[in-house]
């Protein structure tokens, strides 16, 4: 399904390209709904990006040009994810639609749910599933504290919790998170929240209803 | 095993050499290093504000671009700031007491409320006081009224605000209103910057420059107070 690249099932009508840190949240809803795998074409790129927004914009643009044509419709897995709107201008321009908010903490959680929490204390990292996967990859090797931990003050002074948005319900990274917590000598909190609204990126297509279990 | 280089002396360098040597320093985030190469260009007589540009800023300004280009990442920058800082510190109280006729003036700066992302904000502060403002760092998550009393009590002839997040960004432009119902604008500049802005934002909450890097922020930011002072000086 993520190696079709050119589409050569030409029954798929929509395409779905998103951030390579959703990959598995998308495949689960895919999974949990089989039929939508003949109707979608999943196609996802560098979760890295994440840390460099200014290349979602132009990266999701280039694939656009190249195979928007290929398809019905668009969906893209993104919120804004700090692009300052770049990316909304690229999607007018394929007609193709992205999911609501600033970002994924945010359409995970409910945007209720995510302003409340930021009101109750600003100083909150959240971590998702994925970030909890790849917590030694992103956060300590990504922000340099592995060769660098002095720079732990420099990024996290004003943090004093840390948030799971949970997807799934999964033990050990309910444990890996409350360690994460306390190795940076942070306050937890575990919500299970799911997918949040990632489903809509599958909206309208199916006459079956979606069913979002996790 | 020391290697050759660890050892050698910067004493031992003239005066070109050494600044491009505390230049790599920097680069290289080498705090120790930094600090006594400025240290010795004092002792030879430089003056404080020859150091702070051509070894500090200088030495800055490369990282920056670099960091532009994606050569460098943001924990390289941090600890090439952190090394500037050491020779900042040795600067600062030589800088303060010829103040009053090298200063540009005063330059308020915070990022707005409900963000805490701070590292652009205090590299452009640094940057700035680099080029000989007084920097007045607000720190994070900046209700309107923080600025106001800033600019009331500092008269500022900059005020410079960040965001990282597509949500508190628009926030911007309720400072910018605010200073304008107070008659502010008249003799306060606006800066904005943080990587999801971009000009076309800043023209659209009316904020006349918007600054895409540090060592740019601070060029407009100065460029701006020395063409007020040849319009003054034109009167
Ligand atoms: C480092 C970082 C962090 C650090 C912040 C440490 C700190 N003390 O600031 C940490 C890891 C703590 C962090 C946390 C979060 N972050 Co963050 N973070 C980043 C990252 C990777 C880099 C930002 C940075 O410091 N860049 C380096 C500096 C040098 O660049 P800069 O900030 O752009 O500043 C330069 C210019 O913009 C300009 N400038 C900046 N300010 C000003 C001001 C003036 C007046 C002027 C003239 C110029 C100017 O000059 C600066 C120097 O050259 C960005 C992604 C990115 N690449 O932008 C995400 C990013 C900003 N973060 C993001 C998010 C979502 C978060 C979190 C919610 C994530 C989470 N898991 O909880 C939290 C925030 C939680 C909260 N309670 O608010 C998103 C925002 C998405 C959006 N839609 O807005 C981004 C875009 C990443 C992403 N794609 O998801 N983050």
Request: with cysteine; hydrophobic share 40%; charged share 30%.
């Amino acid at each position: 399904m993520i190696i079709d690249k050119k589409n050569t099932d030409k029954t798929k009508k929509r395409l779905v390209l998103g951030c390579g840190a959703l990959v598995y949240d998308l495949l689960r809803l895919i999974k949990q709904n089989p039929s939508l795998s003949d109707k979608v074409n999943l196609q996802c790129l560098p979760a890295s990006w994440h840390n460099s927004p200014q290349l979602i914009a132009p990266g999701v643009e280039e694939y656009l040009s190249e195979n928007s044509h290929l398809y019905e419709d668009i969906y893209i897995a993104y919120a804004d994810c700090g692009t300052g709107g770049a990316l909304d201008r690229v999607l007018e321009k394929f007609d193709a639609k992205r999911i609501e908010g600033a970002h994924c903490y945010e359409f995970f959680a409910g945007t209720d749910v995510f302003e409340q929490l930021s009101e109750e204390e600003l100083g909150t990292f959240y971590l998702t599933d994925y970030l909890v996967k790849n917590f030694n990859r992103i956060m300590i090797k990504g922000l340099g504290l592995d060769k660098h931990p002095e720079l732990f003050e420099v990024y996290f002074k004003h943090y004093k919790k840390l948030v799971y948005l949970a997807q799934t319900e999964n033990e050990q990274w309910q444990k890996d998170a409350q360690q994460y917590a306390k190795d940076f000598g942070f306050e937890y909190e575990y919500r299970l929240v799911g997918t949040g609204s990632l489903d809509v990126v599958f909206e309208e297509i199916d006459i079956q209803p979606l069913e979002i279990k996790d | 095993m020391m290697s050759e280089e660890d050892d050698f002396d910067l004493n031992d360098l003239d005066d070109k050499e050494l600044v491009e040597q505390i230049q790599d320093d920097l680069y290289d985030g080498l705090d120790a290093e930094v600090t006594e190469g400025t240290e010795i260009l004092l002792a030879r007589g430089w003056d404080a504000n020859d150091v702070l540009g051509e070894a500090l800023v200088g030495g800055m300004k490369i990282v920056g671009v670099d960091f532009r280009d994606g050569i460098l990442f943001v924990p390289e920058v941090l600890k090439c700031a952190g090394a500037m800082k050491g020779g900042m510190k040795i600067l600062r109280p030589i800088l303060a007491e010829s103040a009053e006729d090298t200063s540009l003036g005063k330059f308020v700066i915070g990022t707005v409320k409900g963000d805490i992302h701070d590292i652009g904000k205090n590299l452009v502060a640094m940057m700035c006081e680099g080029a000989g403002f007084e920097v007045i760092n607000l720190g994070i998550n900046n209700p309107v009224e923080n600025y106001l009393e800033a600019i009331d009590e500092h008269e500022p002839v900059i005020v410079g605000m960040s965001a990282l997040l597509t949500t508190t960004m628009p926030y911007m432009g309720v400072v910018v209103e605010e200073m304008e119902k107070r008659g502010m604008r008249k003799d306060t500049h606006i800066m904005c910057g943080g990587a999801p802005l971009n000009q076309e934002f800043a023209d659209a909450i009316g904020v006349p420059a918007y600054g895409r890097d540090a060592a740019r922020s601070a060029e407009m930011a100065e460029e701006h107070v020395l063409s007020l002072r040849k319009k003054r000086d034109h009167r």
